[in-house]
């Protein structure tokens, strides 16, 4: 079956400007996760969400970085402003049930931005 | 809090050689430990994991056992091949938590 899809693969934008990033988790899966990672480094965990609900936003670096799931199902996380620091691998997992423990997460291939 | 620690790499072996790949955590409680690989231009696949003490987890030739005394996960196969370079991510998760905490990776480049 398909896996967790991310779009677009890639982003190139100017400082300033705002970008949304989409996730489309397995289908079925109840939770979704957003991690950050830096060139080098493993992925940071950025929110997470069951179902529609937002469970954690601990993550997320400042009020620029907003996310949703509104259905429950696809996720968009959305940076307003962007700044050269925003400049990352953006990856997206899911997991079946409600998360936590021992659950596999299951990564999609990421969006890496670049802002100029 | 909870963190992990990965040996610096880049590894670099020759095809059939023993891999070790050191992973070392902190956590409170009884985690979970996991290991992902990340192939070129792909992303993150979860590799093996381990959710008590002494649990073994293995696949495609790989090893990992839990070591509480020793707070480590080490990653091991015993004949590596071209195939096998990519980076290797260790993780946690904690008890009633769903975060994940990685590692830094650490890259593994196999000659034939």
């Known amino acids: 079956g398909a896996g967790v899809s991310q779009s677009p693969r890639y982003k190139v934008t100017k400082r300033g400007q705002d970008v949304a990033l989409r996730c489309d988790p397995i289908s079925g899966h109840v939770s979704l996760y957003w991690y950050r990672q830096a060139l080098g480094q493993g992925p940071e965990f950025l929110t997470y969400f069951n179902y529609e609900a937002q469970q954690d936003k601990s993550g997320l670096p400042n009020d620029r970085f907003s996310a949703e799931r509104p259905e429950g199902s696809i996720s968009t996380l959305t940076i307003q402003r962007t700044e050269q620091r925003d400049s990352a691998m953006y990856r997206c997992a899911s997991s079946l049930a409600g998360g936590g423990g021992s659950e596999t997460q299951y990564f999609g291939p990421g969006t890496r931005l670049l802002v100029l | 809090g909870n963190s992990v620690t990965q040996m610096e790499g880049p590894v670099t072996l020759s095809e059939e050689a023993f891999l070790t790949i050191n992973c070392t955590y902190t956590?409170?409680?009884?985690?979970?430990l996991f290991w992902y690989v990340q192939y070129p231009g792909e992303g993150l696949q979860l590799l093996l994991k381990?959710?008590?003490?002494?649990d073994k987890g293995s696949n495609k030739g790989f090893e990992a056992t839990y070591r509480k005394e020793t707070t480590s996960f080490h990653l091991e196969k015993g004949s590596v091949q071209v195939s096998d370079s990519a980076v290797y991510f260790c993780a946690l998760t904690n008890s009633g938590t769903y975060k994940y905490i990685f590692g830094t990776g650490t890259r593994l480049k196999v000659l034939a």
């Open positions: 381990a959710t008590k003490a002494d």
């Open positions: 956590a409170t409680g009884y985690p979970s």
